[in-house]
């Protein structure tokens, strides 16, 4: 081909360097990548803190990149966002102090309006406008939309914090039926139509074992899960279910790290073919997990 | 049946007081009308001031119910929505001074963020709620999804203020193929995936123009379209668009009007079978608009 | 709307003296009723005595329109009727002396053809004609096509006077699937070939069983079902299956109404939602009863 | 094969004298004309006067057998029916004194109720029974279904005698679609609903016209068009429909065979590939004028 | 019909001695099979030797013009060919010298490409040939096509002699349901790509199981299954798998007869309705045992 | 990923030594191709030369991988292929003498056979089989199957040699739907079945245009297309249709390469995107074609 239209980050570096040889290597061996997941759906958990670094609109746009061209190979990936950072962002800004109940951030009315934008309207927003430079093929969605997540208060004490009631998955398969990305912001709502703001790793795993996926995926800004957290040499590649659990148990897996694992060994026993917490640093960190035979951080398998 | 499950807020103004003829009368007038208009599809805008009052949640809770009712007999509805005065709001309480050029506000990158955060994360959700407490049937789109709105830059001394270069349909016409009611706020994006805001006026009637919809309609806080904006007695129930064309070259038609004037002017030169602009003040005016012969507001005809 | 296309009898009692609240009241109220039998099987049927009276051409006038009002709004009505006393008149007319076994009318030969000749060739017929005035929605059915109604000989010494051997739907799933009224004469016939005249009531009762109607409704002539025949105070609203089975057991039912009652206790115990006797005498009694709250006669649930 | 589940009036007539390789000639000489007409629309006209003769009934079953061994090749037949005669017999029975107009019949109400439950009620019902004895394969349909023919008056002093104003083979197209042999009796309706009888051998023609049809064939008990109608001897086997046309100004044409000879006139300049007049006498005659090389009849093409 | 596009060899003994009555009579007796088996697969085993004779091309040619016939009335047949004695004779001509352990050929890889190029260069494409000459409906295919036939080694000592590890008839549905007629040479291939002959009678039967053919009919050179294969008075019209299951233990089936045998009775115990052994010298053998109620040959049903 | 089912030629030239970087560099470079060219039919005449060298069996794996490689991706390819050489291997093992008419080889009836045994039986079976290894993917058609060519014959002197009449793409098209791989045996047939021996590089742009194929693909063995056949310098990598006629008019073109750049020439001017040349004997030379910017051969567009 003597023209192209290349589009993306990935242009900055170029790949003049390379043989003709070393790039047929790479396609190659990517084919039975490509060919086992090949209209199978992979959730991905895009977390705030994955992005992070001097340039989080260029790990957008990698990020983007990468699952467009899951896409473009046949894969059906669903991407489920939070957006923590960008809520406190918008709560200073407008004066709002932050209140807590044992640990947790209580969420009044006012504060859920803030959370509901920012998802919803900004975070949501620059994930689909990403991806969408590349064609016409995100749509973003909030759990409110067509009843995807029915939502329950947590804790009355916590005001509008919810927890997952059930995921009615109808409006993915609509849209991925269609070839569309779906990109879901993670704000669900009762039947009576009040709005609660939901732990976005749970929305991740809760949505991968509703629609059957073959790979739930956190991206964030570790190596993945280690046995002794403070120690990168413990970092484990490949662990069981139970195994996790174990770790878990024994506090061997850091607080933060907690929700991931819980939503990693849950969907691994409903129906997830496996469950990873890859590193979002590193560039095309799902690209290379999902079609090279190098691993990028932790797989999880049942049971 | 002795039992229902009522929803919606016409559960305050009780029936108990009509005879079951005069119920049946009611229905029965309404057969032509759901015959004529089944599988049709009707794009209402929901503008802000149109729900102004004492009691907004109300009156959008009405106008929620009246789309969804027409949708469960048989109708087609597309909700456009804007949001100026909530934008303001938002502004106000983030400390940002509007700027204007030749009396156009100025939509620098900060303000497009709010705007698109109020419209996209508060606006829509909002309306997309209140229709989803009668069942899972409105899905929350911007037109940045799936290349619903491509949009050009009108001024660059305006910024961020976008004009239409294109509507492609393709997602309305999935979510309403699959029953869906696509609620649309009117952020629009080119090809290098930069937002704009657009007029929801136009965007409403360029999107009835792309399906090919049956009706276009204005819900406002007039009861309609006057030969003399100062005179409620100049009041004109149905006029051509060249008709409609004279009153706005003579500046019968107020700077306000204007913009939903020019549209149902266009749509109905377009392949839209009607436009209307109608008070949205009164309780169930679609309804009663789609439903009974009596008219609220005013219609236009092409051509 | 400044121009409708009204059509039916409905335009005889003008409703401008109600307020346009009034009518949205009338409307919204229906709502949760439409959505809750959208694409739900409503078989009805519809008797001669019920549309006995001063103008019978009116009573079924409004019948139809009620029918075809349930479509347009989304339910799948079917209908199943008798002809009793029109087979009666022809009878007469040519001379034919009824004769009976132990109560039961002699169906010979002449009478079968006679009997059929009303059924398919005149009241099928009217009822199709009084639905079609509103557009190609109505087809007439006898139960001998496409293998709907497979009859056996009741007992030898009464002719063609049939049971039902089995229904088959397949035809009435294909004309529902294409937005079609099946109304069907009940006319049954053997493998040979040979016609039988059964019992509409049993008829409408076996075919909403083999369709799996919501609801199987009888218009009749009386409030309901009383617990003393000759007491109007007596009307029951509604009834589980096993309180009509003690009704009928003590002989509190009237004789005419035995088939009926049997039909809707046997139906709701057989994936029919609910069973119902209404007073057909009331105008729109079927539109009352599906849209509006007020229950209009006996509704008989199971088991 | 060593068991057959044959049935219809062929049992007969035994096979038992002819040698295997004597039918396996007939099956094959068959093959070319079962792929030239596969899933192509035959419309047949049946005929009272076709089917006069010793034993009415077994030249039905012959009838019925040859459609229904038709559709089992892959056809798709349409079977359009009068029955003259018949509605003279009830009338007679009930008394009903003709009258006519300038030699045609005038249809009061009454006899147009006659000619309706014996065209729908019995001659429709009696075709459909012949065939259904193979299997659940035929639907009788009036005109008056699913708005299959719009009917006009023909002059106001005939009375309910009507003229086609429209065809519309939506109905039609389903039925076959679903693998149905529609049977069709010859009463239209207007757009106020009331019916009126229309001429059987124009309803054939229109119908062939509205459905596309391969062939149109009457079946009646001449052999053919002659150019001598007293001359058997100028049995004409094909012509062009100019020379049809040259026929009937000639008056060679009989009167009774007028409206068959316009009809097929009309139908092959209207898109149907060929139009036939066959003598029904012949037992399988319909069988053997579409899978025998031998033609039985006149054949008509256009122009 | 007064003109025929007749085809095949039928065209050589004529129908003109036969009355218009046997053709009739002839055509509707096979109208109950033509409805029994309709969209019913029928595999047949096309065997070499059942086609010896005077003249193998018209052999052939009255064998594709059954096939072609049954799938005309809407049967689905499936050919499968095996091709020993042209294998033997390429051998010969390139001067290959057959080697056998314990009686069976040795396939070294030089054979295997031998039989390969004439069953599927050769044998196949001559029957594809033979149909197609009646319109596209045949396509040739090898066991390796789409993964149809996975083969495993029977014996190492044996070279490419390969039994049947799987059949995936996704290929065969695909082409079925396309109106396609499939024709299978028995090459098999193991996932490394490599190919073994196949017994063509044990491919039929393994065929016949997957796509859950209602017949396997082999036609071969003898009447049928003897119950002592020297003395023709032996033959069995009609047995069970048990039977035939003795007949194969106490020796009285011949050697060449064993692998049909043994496939007859094995599909018969796994979902297909009746396996035939047939004459293929008599001609349209095929046709008479599918289309008349004689018999010809043996027919083996379960258990 | 930490395990692989890597298979292929791939898997000799390990990618252990490339940085993580450079291989997203390779699969992001190859995006933008992989979306334009997504559900486009790309036909590739594979001929025999261009896989000549010291592996032929090895190139036919980088072949098959290739081909496999961008169905995966989405593309729809077709192979085309010849094999004039191994035609000639068994002619002159079986002792045949090649006969010419003015430079012309003479295809008589038994090296007709010999040319489809080798073609169907033999290279269509091995290219089949090598892309099979990857998946149940390729099916072997030859050009007689479903009517998918139709010949004629050249000249009478010259026996079985065939040109083309017509090519019914329809077989092709069911085959791609259902996401196979259609690899085609240069055989037509007539009407009347009769075989011919067709030129694969004529039938490869043929096919292409029937299906309206983005790009005609001719592996060979030389670099390209050169304005001086025999200087390697004057390599031409772009050029037009008419630029390639004058090349051809001058002579520049050797005669070897005139079926080809006749097809090219041909194809980009009947619908064809754009025709190449390509050198196969370079390793997944048709992956670097279509997945990276480097050209390798020459690309002729129109007009």
Do not use: W
Request: one cysteine or more; charged letters at 20%.
């Amino acid at each position: 081909m003597t023209a192209a239209d290349s589009t993306g980050p990935s242009a900055e570096h170029a790949t003049a360097g390379l043989s003709v040889a070393t790039k047929a290597t790479v396609l190659c061996e990517a084919l039975p990548y490509i060919r086992r997941f090949a209209k199978r759906v992979i959730v991905v958990k895009y977390g705030g803190n994955a992005l992070a670094g001097n340039d989080p609109a260029a790990a957008l746009a990698y990020f983007a990149e990468d699952v467009v061209l899951l896409r473009s190979v046949g894969m059906q990936p669903v991407v489920v966002h939070g957006g923590g950072p960008q809520i406190g962002d918008l709560m200073e800004r407008l004066g709002k102090v932050p209140q807590f109940v044992d640990g947790l951030r209580v969420t009044d009315s006012e504060t859920l309006e803030i959370a509901r934008m920012v998802l919803v309207g900004k975070v949501n927003r620059d994930i689909v406008g990403a991806m969408n430079v590349h064609g016409p093929v995100a749509v973003g969605l909030s759990g409110e939309d067509a009843g995807l997540i029915a939502a329950t208060p947590r804790d009355e004490a916590l005001g509008y914090v919810g927890d997952i009631a059930a995921v009615d998955p109808a409006i993915l398969r609509k849209l991925i039926a269609e070839g569309l990305i779906p990109v879901i912001a993670t704000i669900g709502s009762d039947a009576a139509g009040q709005a609660y703001n939901i732990n976005a790793d749970t929305v991740a795993g809760a949505v991968a074992e509703a629609v059957g996926a073959e790979k739930l995926i956190f991206l964030t800004d570790i190596e993945g899960i280690r046995t002794d957290p403070g120690d990168p040499a413990t970092l484990v590649t490949r662990l069981r279910a139970a195994q996790l659990d174990d770790l878990m148990s024994s506090r061997a897996v850091s607080s933060g790290m907690i929700p991931k694992a819980s939503a990693c060994a849950h969907a691994v026993r409903h129906g997830v073919g496996s469950a990873h917490v890859l590193d979002g640093r590193v560039r095309h960190a799902l690209l290379l997990e999902l079609l090279t035979p190098e691993g990028v951080g932790t797989m999880v398998v049942g049971p």
